[in-house]
């Protein structure tokens, strides 16, 4: 479904057991909100479901860019306000995270939990050249240049060869993701720097990450893990970026335990 949320059209996905605690579902760069597909069943009989497609991927909008995250945080509270939900437990991976980091920052009074999956809290000057590449390469092939080395780090080589429907799915989200979506979403990930203010959330806060993640490894997720009070940590072995796919059902152990303790 699409709604009318701080000036552009998003598209969303409403689901699971009526009456319960709304729970939003944030997905990675270059994917969309089918990237949550494996989560679904363990999760709609707890709570009701809110999938949407961040600015410029899937069904919602891409304006010209660039975006920043603060847009991204404003976005999110436009769709809220627009289908009316006052409360909501958080979970992002990548920018779902790093949305969820801002969410949580300005406007916890929203947010009942927090759960940040194969994320980062700050992008060093390092990494900056690498972005532009990025950027450069989709400029003038399109996501056909990103898309193999984007899965060599989202999964494992085993998770690769056994090639499951969800492999596929996920490397067509990537070659459908629009150029200037790519580009406007990136342009605000390569600013992250909220790892000095994490000290200030209180929320009850998840951090989930794979093993193996390469883009934002085990040392990242535990920067976030010392600076927030009282977070929960889980590794999640035999996984790369996109934990949530390749390992679902630790992932969903670990991700339902946490919110049924709440």
């Not at 997905?27 to 809110?50: G, N, R, Y």
């Not at 690498?130 to 399109?142: I, T």
């Not at 977070?231 to 996984?239: E, G, T």
Request: with cysteine; net charge negative; hydrophobic share 40%.
């Amino acid at each position: 479904m699409r709604i009318k949320a701080n000036s552009i059209q998003m598209n969303y996905e409403l689901s699971g057991k009526q009456g319960a605690p709304f729970l939003v579902l944030s997905h990675s760069l270059a994917s969309s909100l089918i990237m949550w597909d494996p989560q679904m069943d363990a999760l709609k009989s707890h709570f009701q479901i809110l999938r949407y497609d961040v600015r410029g991927h899937g069904g919602t909008e891409a304006p010209k860019g660039p975006y920043t995250l603060k847009l991204f945080v404003e976005d999110v509270m436009g769709l809220l306000d627009a289908l009316n939900i006052r409360s909501i437990h958080w979970v992002g991976l990548s920018m779902g995270g790093m949305i969820g980091q801002g969410l949580a920052l300005d406007h916890a009074n929203r947010l009942k939990s927090l759960t940040l999956c194969d994320t980062a809290s700050f992008i060093s000057e390092e990494a900056q050249p690498l972005w532009q590449e990025r950027f450069d390469a989709v400029r003038e092939e399109g996501m056909q240049a990103l898309v193999d080395a984007t899965m060599e780090r989202w999964f494992t080589p085993f998770f690769l060869r056994l090639n499951p429907p969800m492999v596929q799915k996920i490397r067509q989200e990537i070659l459908k993701t629009p150029v200037e979506g790519y580009v406007g979403c990136g342009e605000a990930i390569r600013k992250l720097n909220y790892t000095d203010r994490l000290g200030e959330i209180t929320l009850p806060t998840l951090i989930i990450v794979g093993e193996e993640d390469p883009g934002t490894p085990v040392s990242s997720a535990q920067a976030i893990h010392e600076r927030i009070p009282e977070s929960k940590l889980v590794i999640l072995p035999s996984a790369r970026h996109l934990s949530n796919v390749e390992q679902p059902e630790a992932f969903n152990a670990a991700l339902v335990g946490f919110l049924r303790n709440l």
